[in-house]
């Protein structure tokens, strides 16, 4: 796991500033240059996606033990739709695809 100075605390002040359709990441355990991407639905409930499946989990399981971050949103889909394409594809998941780390990942996912 990461070291101490960047896990994540509960009550730090971007948990409880967090907004529903929040893109998330952090760091990726084992590998410090590498960050998981979930998209936060509101109630802490955070959808993912990693080599288990897509996944809706508490946002302390989200999180691991490490710090969170919003990732700042560029894209031109409004956040919302984001997140019906995140529970959709939760109830269909099949028909997003296999993980692939270089094709089809976390962040794709969050960001689609």
Known sequence: ???????????????????????????????????????YIGHDRVIDFSQEGIQRRSFEEFASGYEVHVRSYLGTRPRAEIVETALYYLKDEEEWGEYNLVFNNCEHFASF
């Not at 994540?8 to 998981?36: A, I, S, W």
């Open 1 to 39: 796991m990461g070291n101490e100075g960047s896990r994540f605390e509960p009550g730090d002040v971007l948990y409880r500033d967090l907004k529903q359709f929040d893109v998330l990441y952090r760091k990726l355990e084992g590998n410090p240059l590498l960050y998981h991407y979930g998209v």
